[in-house]
T-cell receptor, first 112, second 113 residues
Framework: KAGVTQTPRYLIKTRGQQVTLSCSPI?????VSWYQQTPGQGLQFLFE???????NKGNFPGRFSGRQFSNSRSEMNVSTLELGDSALYLC???????????FGPGTRLTVL | GENVEQHPSTLSVQEGDSAVIKCTYS??????FPWYKQELGKGPQLIID?????GEKKDQRIAVTLNKTAKHFSLHITETQPEDSAVYFC????????????FGKGTRLSVIA
């Protein structure tokens, strides 16, 4: 069974631009969570989607948004990029009501 | 909300020795405690997890212990090998439900051959 896939793997953007990241969960997984990983703050929860609905949201500004499609694929968008948004963005999927989250390889975003 | 503290931040051991990483959590409602291993350029990979109704769980060279009273849980790796070198993260959450995983800051383990 294929794992969680994320595209693109690397992105370079400049301040003020916006970016969209994509995540395809493991087949059959309907819950998708997004995390931001930085050296200083570690892994921080962004939001979780289940059946196209946002179930939970972390403490990030409104510039960070996401959505989930009917096939469970998810996208996250960051608008008006800031230097501090440079990070590894990780997507994790899980079965409904299951404990275990499986992570993808991440998208490395660099903001110049 | 939940807060997870992880120690040490770095750990070096000789090949064949044991490694222990410790975490504490703040929310007594948390009942699910996974451990992830992250290698360079990869996403975190689940290596073992434990639920609050269990005190200890083993999987070959890896074990996790949980002390609910003290709100401590630990990862034990025995007979360490160079391929165990990676960053290890502990996490806590309340499951089932949609509460997110709260992660510790990570431990960089180096196994010296």
């Amino acid at each position: 069974k294929a794992g969680v896939t994320q595209t693109p793997r690397y992105l370079i953007k400049t301040r003020g631009q916006q970016v969209t990241l994509s995540c395809s969960p493991i087949s059959g997984h309907r819950s998708v969570s997004w995390y931001q990983q930085t050296p200083g703050q570690g892994l921080q929860f962004l939001f979780e989607y289940f059946s196209e609905t946002q179930r939970n949201k972390g403490n990030f500004p409104g510039r960070f948004s996401g959505r989930q499609f009917s096939n469970s694929r998810s996208e996250m968008n960051v608008s008006t990029l800031e230097l501090g948004d440079s990070a590894l963005y990780l997507c994790a999927s899980s079965l409904p009501s299951a404990d275990t989250q499986y992570f993808g390889p991440g998208t490395r975003l660099t903001v110049l | 909300g939940e807060n997870v503290e992880q120690h040490p931040s770095t750990l070096s051991v000789q090949e064949g020795d044991s490694a222990v990483i410790k975490c504490t959590y703040s929310d007594s409602a948390s009942n699910y405690f996974p451990w992830y291993k992250q290698e360079l350029g990869k996403g975190p990979q689940l290596i073992i997890d434990i639920r609050s109704n269990v005190g200890e769980k083993k999987d070959q060279r890896i074990a996790v212990t949980l002390n609910k009273t003290a709100k401590h849980f630990s990862l034990h790796i025995t007979e360490t090998q160079p391929e165990d070198s990676a960053v290890y993260f502990c996490a806590a959450s309340m499951r089932p439900g949609n509460t997110p995983l709260v992660f510790g800051k990570g431990t960089r383990l180096s196994v010296i051959a």
